[in-house]
């Protein structure tokens, strides 16, 4: 993924931040020899606080092809991507020029998550994982915890492998066009209001919120860096 200094997290926190509130990627293990990777769209839990990158866990079913790739070689990258759109051409058009000579271009919030992968087999590592998991997505309870040989779960942990993810590497993009002048991205930021499509206030926001640096009360943003 490329990333240009105007498209990198100002900080880590910012991408820890928008990673936390986005928990549906798709996982890619290295395939087989002569085979391209493997890629498996999953729901999971990330924990920042495990590690210095933070750590992933999440499962699958067993007779999942993947389960042999991840035993050959537990090098994965997780990847998230959200919060896009798609930037008409006149939208972004220079200043001052003709508006059929702008450059349609694409919005986008990138995570990726380059992890060591550890499967979890053992009944009670996985109840735990599972119950972890199912915390993270209903908080509020509603469903029975899962125990290794007590109903309602106990019987299904069989059919089932965990994964920990262990983060090694940390790659973030925000593309947001906070390199083009200010009367392009307000011109844009406007696009997108009126527009209105289902992922548009959220890629507006973005551009906002990192074109004016205030980022969730935290006051002024350092400059970008590059990734």
Not at 84 to 103: C, K, L, V
Not at 134 to 140: D, I, M
Not at 170 to 187: D, L, T
Request: charged share 20%.
């Amino acid at each position: 993924m490329l990333i240009h200094p105007w498209d990198a997290p100002h900080d880590d926190a910012e991408w820890r931040d928008w990673l936390a509130s986005h928990d549906f990627g798709q996982l890619s293990v290295n395939g087989p020899p002569g085979q391209p990777p493997w890629v498996q769209p999953l729901h999971f839990r990330y924990d920042a606080h495990s590690g210095p990158y933070g750590a992933v866990i999440t499962h699958l079913a067993r007779p999942n092809p993947m389960w042999p790739a991840l035993e050959a070689d537990g090098l994965v990258l997780l990847s998230v991507v959200d919060d896009y759109a798609f930037i008409p051409g006149p939208w972004a058009a220079p200043e001052g020029g003709p508006s059929e000579h702008g450059t349609p271009t694409s919005f986008y919030a990138a995570v990726q998550l380059t992890c060591t992968a550890q499967v979890v087999d053992d009944p009670y590592e996985k109840a735990e994982l599972l119950n972890r998991q199912v915390a993270h997505f209903q908080p509020g309870g509603g469903s029975a915890r899962a125990a290794v040989g007590e109903a309602p779960y106990g019987r299904l942990l069989s059919g089932l492998r965990g994964l920990r993810l262990d983060v090694r590497e940390v790659r973030a993009k925000f593309k947001y066009a906070n390199h083009k002048p200010e009367a392009v991205q307000e011109r844009i930021a406007e696009g997108l209001a009126a527009r209105g499509a289902p992922l548009d206030p959220a890629a507006r926001a973005h551009q906002i919120r990192r074109r004016t640096g205030v980022r969730d009360g935290r006051g002024p943003a350092p400059p970008p860096r590059a990734e």
